[in-house]
């Protein structure tokens, strides 16, 4: 039966745990506090250290909304600075990675160490009278860690550290990262018009796989895929106990049979979740690193990389770059989908159609159970100090819902 | 008519088969061995990747597949300009460069540029026609938002 417009407001009959109100992807108040509360407090991953392997190499980005620039410094050190010079606040780099012994800032060519110390003030003495010194004019550095070749960096000077944060939620990507050196042999970024958390969501929800057509075949139909339990690591952070995908079902592809990576099985698929923007999926060959920058409640640039050996011969990586298009890449069979779904939900919250969520599956967390993404939630209220599925109170109209 | 001008149209003929998605008629126009490549500079690599490979039996499976999956319901159109045809002296190839842009039209009729690029393409000319035997889509765009199931 067809609901009136007060039964659809109404919340759904079910435990709060169970759903969630969709203001929290289109608030901007919301959005405001997020990026205090989780953004700006949770450790982010920002590289991969292939991306700086010399020293002196850097890597721009960004933490929720801020520029960040990650140097690998003459000491072999990867630090994190701000990447704004602290006269005017010109962006110091401009390029997506480069190398430098120093950080000229093209605007009054002041200069910047490895460590973020101010070396160079041009015509100093004119800084004479007001007393300011090189010493009080550092970059902001950004707290960075890294573990298994993963560079995590935090905005929040007091935050506990990187390992703490993740306890043993790499556990299943561990084998696999420190078995060899990897790089990243594919990068690429795309601005979606959703909120962030939907994209993670979506990393979490086994069931939207019903979507995908490989999934479907590949994935739903293999022995085994409504076996796994979901793994709770704490702070949000998720995974799923491996099981094997059959490629060879779909058409025109083969088995992952051969080349598999160390600490895999044949055909293995694992996934990581991380909160509250990472997730690190492996499929026998190849690894996928996804991260997120929200850019607006309702927009999010998502960045993905694809990983591989560094010892592969030529012939080795061609086959891991082709396993990872055929799914991942933007001409992939997967990827596309995802994004063109999470778009058509942020459509139907902003213009209100949408109030509510349901994560309401339970099937003894295994299979398709919504416990990933209702622990998702959980801990995205226990920052923010509220339920996802009552943000506000009450049920009030969204200041920029769609017309 | 010319073999440059054989070329040309073909080249033209290949977009208008891919913007109609009149597949069989794509694939009639390349060769046995066709191999068909994306390839990407990615500065945030410092180099090439290749972002889609296939030969011709992976084409006729993706296009194959394509019913089978979620994608963008709107129109690609592809606006390519003339073509760089260069002859090799033995009279079996040639080469084609052709820059295009591919715009995407939203069902609600709204129109953006969704890639930028280049193909470098190489042909078999010995036969009666010309057949298409390589591709390179030399992308410049790298933003595509949710990317594609066709190719350009």
Not at chain 1, 4 to 17: G, R, V
Not at chain 1, 277 to 299: E, G, K, V
Not at chain 2, 68 to 83: A, E, T
Not at chain 2, 131 to 147: E, H, N, S
Request: net charge negative; glycine share 8%; charged share 25%.
């Amino acid at each position: 039966m067809s609901r009136s417009s007060a039964a659809y407001e109404a919340a759904p009959p079910l435990s709060a745990t169970h759903f969630i109100d969709n203001r929290i992807h289109a608030s901007e108040a919301l959005w405001a506090e997020e990026s205090e509360k989780i953004l700006g407090r949770t450790w982010k991953f920002v590289c991969h250290e292939s991306e700086i392997p010399e020293l002196y190499d850097f890597r721009t980005t960004k933490i929720a909304g801020k520029a960040i620039i990650v140097m690998r410094g003459g000491d072999g050190t990867v630090r994190s600075f701000f990447n704004a010079c602290p006269h005017r606040g010109s962006v110091l780099a401009r390029l997506p990675r480069g190398n430098a012994r120093q950080l000229t800032c093209m605007f009054h060519l002041w200069s910047f160490d490895d460590r973020g110390r101010c070396i160079t003030v041009t015509r100093p003495e004119g800084y004479a009278r007001c007393g300011i010194e090189k010493s009080d004019l550092g970059l902001r550095e950004v707290r960075t860690e890294a573990v298994m070749g993963l560079v995590f960096a935090n905005l929040d000077d007091g935050a506990p550290a990187l390992r703490s944060f993740l306890g043993n939620a790499l556990e299943n990507a561990q084998p696999v990262l420190e078995a060899e050196d990897f790089e990243v042999f594919h990068y690429h970024s795309a601005v979606i018009e959703a909120n962030w958390k939907l994209w993670h969501e979506t990393n979490v929800d086994l069931y939207h796989e019903w979507m995908h057509s490989v999934n479907r075949r590949t994935g739903i139909r293999a022995d085994g895929y409504f076996d796994r339990r979901f793994l709770d690591y704490g702070n949000g952070h998720l995974s799923m106990e491996p099981f094997r995908v059959k490629y060879e079902n779909y058409p025109g592809w083969t088995a992952r049979e051969d080349h598999t990576l160390p600490g895999l099985t044949p055909g293995e698929f694992r996934f990581i979740d991380l909160f509250p923007n990472t997730t690190i999926i492996l499929r026998a060959t190849n690894i996928r690193i996804d991260t997120s920058t929200p850019i607006s409640p309702t927009q999010t640039r998502i960045e993905w990389r694809g990983l591989a050996p560094k010892s592969d011969s030529p012939e080795v990586r061609a086959l891991r770059v082709q396993h990872h298009n055929q799914l991942w890449g933007p001409f992939g069979r997967n990827l596309a989908e995802d994004i063109i779904a999470v778009e058509g939900v942020q459509r139907s919250i902003m213009s209100e159609t949408s109030l509510y969520s349901l994560h309401a599956r339970e099937e003894g967390g295994k299979g398709q159970d919504d416990g990933g993404s209702r622990a998702y939630y959980a801990e995205w209220s226990r920052y923010m100090g509220r339920r996802a599925s009552d943000p506000f109170g009450s049920r009030e109209r969204l200041d920029n819902a769609a017309e | 008519m010319s073999l440059r001008q054989r070329i040309e149209d073909l080249i033209h003929d290949l977009a208008f088969s891919m913007d109609e998605e009149r597949f069989d008629r794509y694939l009639a126009s390349c060769s046995e061995s066709f191999e068909y490549t994306i390839s990407v500079d990615t500065p945030e690599l410092g180099r090439e990747a290749v972002w889609l490979h296939h030969d011709k039996a992976e084409m006729r499976d993706l296009f194959k597949g394509l019913r089978q999956h979620i994608r963008l319901q709107g129109q690609f159109l592809r606006q390519l300009s003339s073509p760089y045809v260069e002859v090799d002296g033995d009279g079996e190839t040639a080469t084609a460069r052709t820059t295009f842009l591919t715009i995407y039209t939203e069902l609600d009729g709204v129109s953006r540029v969704y890639a930028a690029g280049r193909y470098d393409d190489v042909f078999q000319t010995a036969g009666d026609s010309p057949l298409l035997a390589k591709r390179i889509v030399r992308l410049q765009t790298r933003d595509l938002g949710p990317g594609s199931h066709l190719p350009l």
